[in-house]
């Protein structure tokens, strides 16, 4: 049984998120319709994170074992390509050992946020980034990032009600680009909890507008209450850019 690993790119504006869903139009929804047309029988596929309701992606890892493909393994991209909505590409193709999977066996997974920062929105941007017609403070943005940086215990950025083991998680980097009027913040983790990147963000967003200081979110932090930290922000903005293996 070969297993094979796909790299997915995905505009997500249209879709109920990447995770399957009964009645709904979604990312793994559309790739497993294209696999079944090319296999001859029905595969479930496995992703390396679960994207939520307009969220995109640029490196979406995907993996499935089938002996049905007759397809030569770099052909496709293009044999999937064909099938699928323009909104999704499949960009990179390999067959791998038999223990890879593409959710478990990740090291670390990069998610970025995108925001605008004008007096007007941009019409080419309002599908992909988070307008702000108020200019952020983008120093403190930038110092108080390295309170997450490490492993920590990340309950206070999780979405409520999530059912995890544990929500303890480590951050290797962040990463802020504040140049032009597209500024950016990515994360790099070992793992991250149910809408935490757009949780964090939404509280540097506030730090950036002065309504939080450094010493109030590092007591966010240390509560581990998600009522207290700052709203999640739109999943626009949002964007699964890449996954490390070993």
Known sequence: ?????????YDGTDYAGFQIQPL???IQGELEKALATLASEKIRIAGAGRTDSGVHSEGQTISFRTEKLTVPVERLPYAFNSLLPKDIRVIESEIMPS???ARYSALEKTYRYQIYESEFE??????????TRTALDWEAIKS???????????ASFAASGSSVKTTVRTISKVEVHNEGFLKTISFTADGFLYNMVRNLV??????GLGRLSLQQVDAIM???DRRLASATMAPQGLFFESVKYS
Request: glycine share 4%.
């Open 122 to 131: 941009n019409v080419f941007y309002r599908r992909y980034a988070y307008w």
């Open 99 to 101: 223990d890879f999977h």
């Open 222 to 224: 240390e509560s581990r």
């Open 202 to 207: 939404g509280t540097l967003v506030d730090v």
């Open 24 to 26: 709904e139009r979604t």
């Open 144 to 154: 108080c990032t390295k309170l997450f940086i490490g492993t920590k215990d990340y």
């Open 1 to 9: 049984m070969k297993n094979y690993r796909l790299v997915v790119q």
